[in-house]
């Protein structure tokens, strides 16, 4: 037996089947009230799914969080950034020889136009390092003009497999001109991480070698950050994508959605908010302000996990492993005490309130010397993996449309317009 919601407008009763425990809002047309067709009114997409999909899958409840099914504890213990990337993007794991090969595509792709060096160049040099990369990436389509061949299944994989080789390359040189750096080029000897970290620190005096456990570290990180389904970033990518645009300018969209403050600029706030705390003993006047309205506790709270973000768990983990490289960074202590107080606190307790990914993340940044404006970065260089997998998803998804919301109308009618000397 199908279940149904019953709904009772203007004397007339309606029934509208209820499918994989959702209702088609297209279907509360029928229903009509004096206002119109009923429309559901949303603002932030509490409680809308927008699309269909078999990527990620989150149950914020219980903390869960799987990538094709697979767990994330599982992936961030074994598997690499890549490795996962292709899961995110072709639904399985890669055998052997899938697995070279796909490394060997990324890894060869990972030059760009040296007119995007200069492009990047052209900024001052105090811009963010994520506002050059957003308008690199975006530029993307100009070099690339298959891209716009949605169509075209091969023209969408190797315009995929562009975007995920060359996002570490434009990050990377993002930075160093903020820097004052020379760009260090790509090396087809070293893994998608390594060659990262490279570009980001090698001097003109000595090769840069990650040490394993740093290497190791950023690597769960970017596992990490791979892919959170429908999250405002991933959004912004669908959306974009859905009025028939390419994987490059729907990942720009998404890397400006990342940028704010709410979203993946949270790991560079929380910094700032423990820096700002400065002690552990200013901790407890600090949680009074923000039940008090005056602050917001960065890194706290999740739209969708209402308990632990398994994210921040592993990554509380790996804090241990690469504070061993580089020694303890000093902020920990405020945090692990913030963390404490405010897991006691009947304030966050009330609204279920608990670390997100981004509250101890940024304390792995800062000790490996990154400048909090990377933080954002080494956010979306993974996160394209999930937004190409979800931008694909999307354009191949008969049910999809160009998405276009409503509104509920709340100005003036109908006025007759008065010129200016009457006014
Ligand atoms: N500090 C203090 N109060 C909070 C916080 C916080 N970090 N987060 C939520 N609240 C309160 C909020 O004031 C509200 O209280 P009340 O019911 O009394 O008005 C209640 O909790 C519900 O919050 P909300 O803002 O309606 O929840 P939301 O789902 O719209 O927002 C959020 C989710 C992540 C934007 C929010 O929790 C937040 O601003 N957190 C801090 C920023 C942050 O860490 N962002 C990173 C998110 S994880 C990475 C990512 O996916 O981008």
Excluded at 140 to 151: A, E, I, N, V
Excluded at 247 to 255: H, P, R
Excluded at 336 to 363: C, H, Q, T, W
Aim: overall charge negative; proline content about 5%; charged content about 25%.
């Amino acid at each position: 037996m199908t279940d149904t919601l019953s709904i009772r407008s203007g004397g007339a009763s309606f029934d509208l089947p209820i499918t994989d425990g959702t209702i088609k809002a297209n279907d509360l047309k029928q229903v009509s009230t004096a206002q119109g067709p009923l429309a559901t009114y949303d603002p932030g997409f509490m409680n809308t799914a927008a699309c269909r999909s078999a990527i990620t899958y989150i149950d914020g409840d219980a903390g869960i969080l799987e990538y094709r099914g697979y767990p994330i504890d599982q992936l961030a213990a074994s598997a690499t950034h890549l490795e996962v990337a292709y899961l995110l993007l072709k639904g399985e794991l890669p055998n052997a020889d899938q697995l070279a090969s796909w490394e060997h595509t990324v890894n060869t792709h990972r030059f760009v136009h040296e007119n995007v060096g200069n492009f990047i160049r052209s900024y001052r040099h105090d811009a963010h390092p994520m506002a050059k990369m957003m308008a690199a990436v975006a530029s993307m389509q100009t070099f690339y003009p298959s891209s716009r061949r949605l169509d075209d299944p091969e023209a969408r994989e190797m315009n995929i497999v562009r975007l995920i080789a060359k996002i570490p390359t434009m990050a990377a040189w993002s930075y160093r001109h903020s820097i004052g750096r020379h760009y260090v080029y790509p090396n087809d000897e070293l893994g998608y991480v390594d060659n990262f970290l490279a570009m980001l620190f090698q001097s003109q005096q000595r090769v840069y070698q990650a040490d394993p456990r740093v290497s190791r570290a950023m690597e769960i990180l970017f596992i990490l950050h791979a892919d959170h389904e429908q999250n405002c970033s991933t959004n912004a990518v669908r959306a974009v994508a859905s009025a028939g645009n390419d994987v490059y300018t729907s990942a720009g969209a998404g890397i400006g959605a990342l940028f704010g403050p709410l979203h993946g600029g949270a790991n560079e706030a929380v910094l700032k908010m423990l820096r700002e705390i400065g002690s552990v003993d200013r901790v407890p006047e600090f949680v009074e302000g923000v039940k008090n309205g005056k602050a917001r506790l960065m890194g706290f709270g999740h739209r969708v996990y209402k308990n632990y973000d398994p994210r921040a768990r592993i990554i509380k983990k790996a804090c241990d492993d690469v504070f061993e490289v580089t020694g303890v960074n000093p902020l920990l202590e405020i945090a692990v005490e913030l963390e404490r107080i405010a897991l006691e606190d009947e304030y966050f307790v009330k609204r279920r309130l608990y670390p997100n990914v981004d509250f101890y993340s940024g304390l792995i940044y800062e000790a490996l010397k990154f400048p909090p404006e990377m933080f954002t970065v080494l956010f979306a260089v993974p996160r394209t993996a999930g937004w190409a997998a979800q931008w694909l998803e999307g354009v191949t998804d008969p049910e999809q449309k160009i998405m276009r919301p409503k509104q509920v109308y709340t100005g003036h009618r109908e006025r007759d317009f008065v010129p200016v000397e009457a006014r």
